[in-house]
């Protein structure tokens, strides 16, 4: 497919144009969990994997506007506990490692033999841990917003951000009585993990509005507010905390000690100067370990997919893979 034949982009977001999917389901991956999943675009096209941030945090329907739609077959689904998937914020039996085996459930459920994987956010973790169990699935990755879960990385969420959203993280900590302030994750943990659903949807309110008010570089008051919606908070409060509480279920700096499994395949890692909620050390950690991959600042951006400068370099790397193969 040549240049002439792509999809038209809208000039404002720098994004391809809403579409919808055309086909959808579910599929039950134990006797807990079922998960929605969807695909759009091309159905003879080059797959592409679509894995969403939190954990916990589910799709949007502008996850798929990133992809030319004339080119790729896009698969995108809910993971354990977050968005259409259910039970909603559910956190038994949901691991990084039964992540990873759903998506190969997906794959083999929808007959793709391998497929570019593009994840944000904790979706850049579990895009390289599942990367690292099957690279044989895996025609390259892009990569947003570096997160690899190493406790230095926890603890900046509760101990860093403070530094450039003080007001936010005030209502962060307003309901967390002053002697349990000094281990805010296993006090948050007490709450979100309760017998009392009340204090559970509280505490996930705060914790998943805490997080959406601090990811882009200039405000988003809305954001905030959408995160704060019970079908957000759920998921993204109580699994961040469950994974947060156990390392993401990965051995200490697992991804980057791993990444030889990987090497071989194309790259793309994209980062937001100004990411305080995964800050760009992170992204340049992995760099450095692995210098095969493309490596680009966004200058003017925080954390968010949908700021300007990072949805276009997004949309480049996916265009650059459509055109070569390469990132």
């Not at 079922?34 to 941030?53: R, S």
């Not at 390289?128 to 997160?147: E, K, S, T």
């Not at 100067?273 to 991959?293: G, N």
């Amino acid at each position: 497919m040549n240049d002439s034949q792509t999809s038209p982009r809208d000039t404002a977001s720098g994004v391809f144009p809403p579409i919808e999917p055309y086909r959808s389901g579910h599929l039950a991956v134990d006797d807990m969990h079922t998960l929605y999943w969807e695909e759009c675009g091309n159905p003879q096209g080059v797959p592409v994997l679509f894995l969403h941030g939190g954990p916990g945090a589910g799709l949007s329907p502008r996850h798929r506007q990133f992809f030319d739609p004339s080119h790729y077959r896009v698969v995108l689904f809910d993971q354990r506990g977050a968005g259409k998937s259910t039970p909603l914020g559910e956190c038994r039996k949901n691991t990084t490692p039964l992540l990873i085996d759903d998506i190969e459930r997906l794959r083999e459920l929808l007959a793709v033999e391998q497929w570019l994987v593009f994840g944000g956010s904790w979706g850049s973790t579990l895009a390289l841990a599942y990367g690292q169990a099957h690279p044989q699935r895996c025609l390259g990755f892009v990569l947003r917003g570096i997160f690899l879960c190493t406790q230095a990385e926890i603890d900046w969420f509760f101990d860093g951000i403070q530094w450039f959203f003080p007001k936010e993280f005030e209502r962060f900590v307003a309901d967390i009585p002053l002697a349990e302030r000094a281990d805010l994750l296993r006090a948050y943990a007490k709450r979100l993990f309760s017998d009392d659903p009340v204090q559970n949807l509280n505490a996930a309110r705060t914790w998943s509005r805490y997080e959406g008010s601090c990811l882009h570089l200039l405000q988003h008051p809305e954001v905030a507010d959408q995160f704060g919606t019970d079908a957000v908070a759920l998921g993204v409060g109580r699994l961040e905390a469950h994974y947060f509480l156990h390392q993401a279920f990965l051995a200490d700096d697992q991804l980057i000690r791993n990444l030889d499994r990987i090497r071989h395949l194309p790259a793309a890692i994209i980062q937001g100067r100004y990411d305080v909620v995964c800050p760009v050390r992170s992204a340049w950690r992995l760099h450095q370990a692995w210098p095969e991959a493309s490596f680009e600042i966004i200058e003017d951006a925080g954390h968010a997919a949908f700021e300007p400068g990072t949805a276009s370099a997004l949309v480049a790397a996916t265009e650059r893979f459509r055109r070569s193969g390469s990132l």
